[in-house]
T-cell receptor, first 118, second 113 residues
Framework: GAVVSQHPSRVICKSGTSVKIECRSL??????MFWYRQFPKQSLMLMAT?????????EQGVEKDKFLINHASLTLSTLTVTSAHPEDSSFYIC??????????????FGPGTRLTVT | GNSVTQMEGPVTLSEEAFLTINCTYT??????LFWYVQYPGEGLQLLLK?????DKGSNKGFEATYRKETTSFHLEKGSVQVSDSAVYFC????????????FGKGTKLTVNP
């Protein structure tokens, strides 16, 4: 149980275009999902917290107009990188909190999406 | 603030060696503690957790004990295997707080046959 999927796993796009990444909880309902960015050989940086049916909460320094987050259902959150530039190239990871599992405090992570902007 | 400090890697061991990866934390409240593992090319997987002082989390031969007096959650395994090669992240989340995971920087472990 507690499986989280992401799609696509890899995407290459041209500078100036937008890319949408999907995060799904496959066997549980997630009222809260999180989006992270991971730079090479570094830890995960939380970008935003996504709550179903409400606006996402962004971390300081993260542009909400550039990284659009939608959490339209209890099993799906999307991250859209708008007008992507090469510096947006990174590994994007989502996680979902699973109430009732691991004391309700554990987050389960998707496999990540490798974005390359050319 | 809340933070997690892990021993810097990389760590290289021979198969069947004993592993310790140190992790200490600072927290403004009462945290739950986690170890996550990231195998090459994959996302993070929850390895083990502990939610209160003196709890021991264990999984796949790995163990970590929540030590409130030393604010530590060191990861140990008695006999590592080549398949344990991965990056290990220590993390905390404040109970009753914002649910934000705070990660350490990760420790890369390589186990040689």
């Amino acid at each position: 149980g507690a499986v989280v999927s992401q799609h696509p796993s890899r995407v290459i796009c041209k500078s100036g275009t937008s890319v949408k990444i999907e995060c799904r909880s496959l066997d549980f309902q997630a009222t809260t999902m999180f989006w992270y960015r991971q730079f090479p050989k570094q830890s995960l940086m939380l970008m935003a917290t996504s709550n179903e049916g409400s606006k996402a909460t962004y971390e300081q320094g993260v542009e909400k107009d550039k990284f659009l987050i939608n959490h339209a259902s209890l099993t799906l959150s999307t991250l859209t990188v708008t007008s992507a530039h090469p510096e947006d190239s990174s590994f994007y990871i989502c996680s979902a909190r699973a109430p009732g599992l691991a004391g309700g405090t554990a987050q389960y992570f998707g496999p990540g999406t490798r974005l390359t902007v050319t | 603030g809340n933070s997690v400090t892990q021993m810097e890697g990389p760590v290289t061991l021979s198969e069947e060696a004993f592993l310790t990866i140190n992790c200490t934390y600072t927290a403004t409240g009462y945290p739950s503690l986690f170890w996550y593992v990231q195998y090459p090319g994959e996302g993070l997987q929850l390895l083990l957790k502990a939610t209160k002082a003196d709890d021991k989390g264990s999984n796949k031969g790995f163990e970590a004990t929540y030590r409130k007096e030393t604010t530590s959650f060191h990861l140990e395994k008695g006999s590592v295997q080549v398949s344990d090669s991965a990056v290990y992240f220590c993390a905390l989340v404040l109970q009753g707080g914002s649910e934000k995971l705070v990660f350490g920087k990760g420790t890369k472990l390589t186990v040689n046959p």
